[in-house]
């Protein structure tokens, strides 16, 4: 008998989720298939992404405290509700403001700076809040399944952070984690995807799929024209028939479509942590952010701050020049 329940299951017995997107930036999009699919179940969705932008956006390093961040207002200490006119102290827009341009509601920004177990009660209480009985942590592009030994691997600590703390909440509620976009974000190679997904299916932690209809699709197109999104927008526009291979972040990353990154792919929580993600269970003990990072240096892996932080020092030491 499998270890895990079934996706069906899982989404026959819920009526709101939160959907998640566990990298920051424009994740959130990634977020519409799920909806799509527990929509047909009658399953209501709130959605919710980091407040972490880009550095071609903010090159404000790291994410956003909620003091930094203008037009919202406070759920609790790590959940925000953001409209469609929330932006950073700075006046950068988050990808969760278009979102609710798009959609006509609002959206959550989940606060990462405190670490996983501060990030799990904080989901926790939004969900009690708001009659929440799911919650689904959906990643664009797929670093969230990262060994750490990937060549490409360059933004892991979100998705590791995040990852961690979903986690953790699946002591007291029910979730999933799900990859859209498979290899969409230019960094993990699909065959190490697949290499991953191999051990997830040996533990029985693999629970399914689910591709782009044409109801996601119209949504998606809608908000990759208002939210600046490359890993979500390679996927909707190979459905639309443009296959080409280009490259993404200013050149640095090729990106190879392929009709596996118009899927989501779902797996349990508990086994990508358990049984995958070393970099999870490195981090869970952190914290704060800044913590979370440095013991992943410890094992010998780099991540998107450094890089901003890198880039942050770069531009001054220009600018002074």
């Not at 959609?103 to 670490?115: A, C, F, S, W």
């Not at 708001?130 to 670093?143: K, R, T």
């Not at 990937?150 to 990852?163: F, I, R």
């Not at 399914?208 to 939210?227: F, K, N, P, Q, Y």
Request: hydrophobic share 40%; net charge negative; charged share 25%.
């Amino acid at each position: 008998m499998p270890r895990t329940a079934s996706l069906e299951r899982i989404i026959k017995s819920s009526s709101k989720a939160i959907l998640i997107g566990i990298g920051g930036g424009g994740d959130v999009v990634g977020t519409i298939p799920t909806y799509d699919l527990l929509s047909m179940f009658g399953v209501k969705c709130v959605f919710a992404g980091l407040p972490w932008e880009r550095s071609v956006l903010d090159p404000v390093p790291g994410p956003r405290s909620f003091e930094e961040i203008r037009n919202t207002r406070k759920l609790n200490e790590v959940v925000w509700c953001a409209n469609k006119d929330t932006v950073t102290s700075t006046g950068v827009r988050f990808a969760e403001a278009g979102f609710s341009q798009v959609l006509g509601r609002e959206t959550l920004l989940l606060g990462i700076n405190g670490g996983p177990k501060k990030i799990a009660e904080g989901i926790l209480n939004a969900a009690e809040k708001l009659g929440a009985d799911l919650v689904v942590g959906i990643d664009v592009g797929g670093d969230f399944l990262a060994q750490g030994d990937e060549p490409g691997l360059m933004s892991p600590l979100a998705d590791s952070v995040m990852t961690a703390a979903i986690a953790m909440a699946d002591a007291q509620i029910t979730t999933f984690m799900g990859l859209f976009g498979f290899g969409s974000d230019g960094e993990l190679s699909h065959e190490e995807l697949e290499r991953s997904i191999r051990i997830l299916a040996r533990e029985e932690g693999v629970l399914g799929s689910w591709g782009i209809t044409r109801e996601a699709l119209s949504i998606m197109e809608d908000l990759i024209s208002v939210v600046p999104t490359e890993a979500s927008r390679a996927p909707v526009r190979y459905a639309r028939g443009e296959f080409e291979q280009g490259t993404i972040r200013s050149g640095t990353r090729m990106v190879k479509p392929s009709i596996s990154s118009t899927v989501t792919y779902y797996f349990s929580t508990s086994v990508v942590y358990e049984k995958l993600s070393k970099l999870a269970r490195t981090v869970s003990n952190s914290k704060s952010l800044q913590e979370a990072n440095e013991v992943l240096h410890s094992i010998g892996v780099r991540t998107e701050l450094d890089l901003e932080i890198e880039k942050r020092k770069g531009a001054k030491t220009v600018s002074l020049s």
